[in-house]
T-cell receptor
Framework: DARVTQTPRHKVTEMGQEVTMRCQPILGHNTVFWYRQTMMQGLELLAYFRNRAPLDDSGMPKDRFSAEMPDATLATLKIQPSEPRDSAVYFC?????????????FGQGTRLTVV | KNEVEQSPQNLTAQEGEFITINCSYSVGISALHWLQQHPGGGIVSLFMLSSGKKKHGRLIATINIQEKHSSLHITASHPRDSAVYICAARERRRSGGGADGLTFGKGTHLIIQP
């Protein structure tokens, strides 16, 4: 049963701490997306990778956020230092794109609370 | 900047009713996504379409590129269809390379009562 796996599912941390969220995309998918969802803003696209290369991270605050794909089976989203306004649910999604835009399969999300 | 508007924001209907959720956007797009978010928070991608109509089970999605409008229909609605439905428009960027921008609507909160 292929699925996108995100860890951890829940994270509570203190302001100023580093947070790392991990995502295992579906095997064979060549695109990975990171989204953030808050009550105020709804869903926002943070970063988008194709074939492990970052294509668009314009939605991500560059001073504290970083997204990487060290290999095809792992995508990471880091926040350093974390702030209370980063509290949100972070979703990872993966898809298969050759030409045109891909459909995306979503992970269960990581609920981050920064206190 | 692409503006994506959904209507209605909230919809309560009786089981069996035909449901329509609307999405309009302001700039040229390469594709439009419909997502379903369950009460538990999980998100499922329902459709991705760039023209015409797609059907999956009781769900139908249509898009009119000229009018910059898409609709999601649910036939014979059921309480398990209760969820938030989100449309997301992928903007076509003029410059070569890079990713097309994705803008989300605020979602339509649907409740189907038995």
């Amino acid at each position: 049963d292929a699925r996108v796996t995100q860890t951890p599912r829940h994270k509570v941390t203190e302001m100023g701490q580093e947070v790392t969220m991990r995502c295992q995309p579906i095997l064979g998918h060549n695109t990975v997306f990171w989204y953030r969802q808050t009550m105020m803003q709804g869903l926002e696209l943070l970063a988008y990778f194709r074939n492990r290369a970052p294509l668009d991270d314009s939605g991500m605050p560059k001073d504290r956020f970083s997204a990487e794909m060290p290999d095809a089976t792992l995508a990471t989203l880091k926040i350093q230092p974390s702030e209370p306004r980063d509290s949100a649910v972070y979703f990872c999604a993966s898809g298969l794109e050759f030409e045109g835009t891909p459909e995306a399969f979503f992970g269960q999300g990581t609920r981050l609370t920064v206190v | 900047k692409n503006e994506v508007e959904q209507s209605p924001q909230n919809l309560t209907a009786q089981e069996g009713e035909f449901i329509t959720i609307n999405c309009s956007y302001s700039v040229g797009i390469s594709a439009l996504h419909w997502l379903q978010q369950h009460p538990g928070g999980g998100i499922v991608s329902l459709f991705m379409l760039s023209s015409g109509k797609k059907k999956h089970g009781r769900l139908i999605a249509t898009i009119n590129i000229q009018e910059k409008h898409s609709s999601l229909h649910i036939t014979a609605s059921h309480p398990r269809d209760s969820a938030v439905y989100i449309c997301a428009a992928r903007e076509r960027r003029r410059s070569g390379g890079g990713a097309d921008g994705l803008t989300f609507g605020k979602g339509t909160h649907l409740i189907i009562q038995p």
